[in-house]
């Protein structure tokens, strides 16, 4: 038997339901247009905000089932698989023109038909979707209705304040659909410079730190009644959510930085980075990974506000698995600004430890993107000491006896063992002849992977050799009496790849790490015969790794030969040990 379409009351919860339901909106809105007069036009008008505001509600009900899926990871979008990915394609895919009926109930006069047309957008374009507004959203970039959304969302606390709650929902919404629109490049290029930004900070102030009880439903008041399914704590945490992802998608931008300071945006991200609510947590997070770009927030975020501690708290809570990715973006932003790491360093040994161990931790996360976040934080990280020192601590006390449980916590373990994964699954490739269609996107990430993994592990190794040679300068006898010290090109280099300070970055490249090596194949600088590095590094069969490496750039995958050429580097300097070439 087939089972009888939901009560109106209820939203749809399959296919063949939903489109009825679009159809039955492009239907109404037609009569709707067609007629003159209050009197028959508005029984259609809200026929129309019903239908819109249950398909809203559909998505929505679709999207949460799909977010509370077991099995889903963060970042990886996985909605095709499943209802709301089916709902949405029936939406945008339609013959019934929905952008047509969608921006024109945005466009009318009535605030109901403006807020149900502004729900139904943002549902059909889930937050963290995609890197793009999907494309039912180039119809707002048409100069009338951007005018009105920007007006919406730059709406002042005081003004918000004193709204009735239809024209309250609809700031909620706005604030959501401009959300998606940042996303494009050109949007936010102009809305940083406009009023919205402060806007936005003020009316944070204003929220409550929890949805739950009479704070957070004061906050929004009562609800119109044709929005079904919603709550005002619901409707609150979404008002958090939307502007918080606004924020972040202007964090980079250096405009945003005067009305941040000025209406005590460090702050607020540490509200945000406080609350229980996950995606509102997130959203933080993200947030703080952004705004790390500007030194001037990094260094009050690290020096005052003891936001590394946050962090880490984080990385330690329930919802760890969720943040892992996010966490990643921020500590690829500490690491990005020199200055700000050498603060990172200076941090209590306590904080500083558990940071680096959840780093590392990190390089063994099933997740991709903070993977590729981790990795770019180590090639960066590990020119400082105290870094390195906490990166190799397991490996260098692992000896010839050491049990694979505490090899398998170093950092140089897992970076290898990550950099074997990625090398395989390039090599499993074949040749990528222009002829045969291309890799599939996963196999191009872990490539990609791959090659900044042996960038990594090369900078690790080159680390090592800079200090070497300024530890055997120091410890070198000073000259005879009468006689001035011999400096040639090669020294002066090697004598400036190491800053005197233990805290400050040590400078590689690839002229200074030439020069040391000459210097180590003349016999000038003499390696330890169980230098750690090298010793560690065959200790985990990294010369296998770095061969594998060389053998999978005969693919032809984009970028492969450069990622050889890393791998090459680092057998050069591994096989400077007479060991090295026993076991090669």
Same mark, same amino acid.
């Given at each position: ?109 009535? $605030? ?22 999907? $494309? ?28 009735? /709650? ?91 930085? =005067? ?71 921020? *500590? ?62 397991? =490996? ?64 690790? *190794? ?14 070198? /006898? ?98 400077? *040990? ?7």
């Amino acid at each position: 038997a087939v089972p009888p379409p939901p009560a109106p009351d209820e939203p749809y919860t399959d296919e063949e339901d939903f489109a009825t339901g679009v159809y039955e909106l492009y239907r109404a809105y037609t009569a709707f247009t067609a007629v003159t007069g209050p009197a028959a036009s508005r029984p259609l008008l809200i026929e129309c905000v019903a239908l819109t505001d249950r398909l809203a509600w559909s998505l929505e009900v679709a999207e949460a089932d799909y977010a509370s899926a077991p099995g889903r990871l963060p970042y990886v979008n996985q909605r095709q698989e499943h209802l709301i990915g089916t709902l949405i394609s029936v939406l945008t895919e339609t013959d019934e023109s929905p952008e047509e009926v969608v921006v024109g109930l945005l466009l009318s006069e009535d $605030p109901a038909a403006q807020t149900a047309a502004a729900r139904l957008l943002v549902a059909s374009a889930p937050l963290y979707s995609d890197k793009a507004p999907p $494309p039912i959203f180039h119809v707002l970039r048409e100069e009338s209705a951007f005018e009105r959304l920007t007006a919406w969302v730059a709406t002042s606390a005081e003004e918000e304040a004193a709204m009735d /709650p239809i024209k309250k929902a609809l700031l909620v919404f706005a604030t959501g659909l401009l959300a998606v629109l940042l996303l494009d490049r050109d949007v936010a290029d102009y809305i940083v410079r406009t009023p919205v930004p402060t806007a936005l900070l003020k009316r944070l102030h204003t929220a409550p730190q929890s949805f739950d009880g009479d704070k957070a439903e004061a906050a929004q008041g009562p609800l119109p009644p044709f929005l079904q399914g919603l709550t005002p704590q619901e409707m609150t945490r979404r008002a958090v959510l939307y502007r918080l992802s606004c924020l972040t998608a202007m964090g980079e931008y250096q405009e945003v930085l =005067a009305p941040f300071f000025q209406e005590e945006g460090v702050e607020l991200v540490l509200q945000g980075l406080q609350r229980m609510d996950l995606s509102c947590r997130l959203a933080a997070i993200e947030l703080t990974s952004r705004l790390l770009a500007h030194k001037k927030f990094a260094m009050c975020f690290v020096q005052d506000a003891a936001g590394v501690d946050k962090l880490v708290e984080l990385s330690e809570g329930e919802q760890a698995f969720q943040l892992h990715a996010a966490l990643a973006m921020c *500590l690829f932003g500490l690491a990005s600004l020199s200055n700000v790491m050498e603060e990172v360093c200076r941090l209590p040994s306590s904080t500083f430890h558990r940071l680096v161990s959840y780093a590392i931790s990190l390089l063994r996360c099933p997740q991709e993107a903070a993977q590729k976040s981790i990795v770019l934080f180590f090639g960066m990280a590990l020119a400082f000491r105290p870094v390195l020192q906490a990166f190799d601590a397991t =490996a260098d006390e692992h000896g010839s006896s050491s049990s694979s449980s505490n090899s398998s916590s170093s950092g140089l373990y897992s970076l290898l063992n990550l950099l074997r994964s990625g090398s395989s699954s390039s090599s499993s490739l074949g040749n990528n002849h222009p002829s045969l269609p291309p890799p599939p996107l996963s196999t191009q990430r872990r490539g990609q992977l791959a090659h900044f993994t042996t960038l990594c592990l090369r900078h690790h *190794l080159r680390v090592h050799l800079a200090i070497l040679a300024s530890t055997a300068e120091a410890d070198a /006898p000073p000259p005879l009496p009468g006689k001035r010290p011999r400096l040639n090109s090669q020294d002066l280099t090697a004598s400036s790849a190491v800053p005197s300070s233990f805290f400050r970055p040590v400078e590689v490249d690839d002229n200074a790490t030439e020069a040391l090596l000459a210097r180590v194949r003349t016999g000038v600088l003499v390696l330890p015969p169980n230098w750690a590095p090298l010793q560690n590094l065959l200790h985990h069969r990294g010369l296998l790794v770095l061969l594998g490496v060389v053998a999978s750039s005969a693919t032809g995958r984009a970028g492969a030969a450069e990622t050889a050429k890393y791998a090459l580097d680092c057998l050069e300097m591994a096989t400077l *040990l007479p060991a090295a070439i026993e076991e090669a």
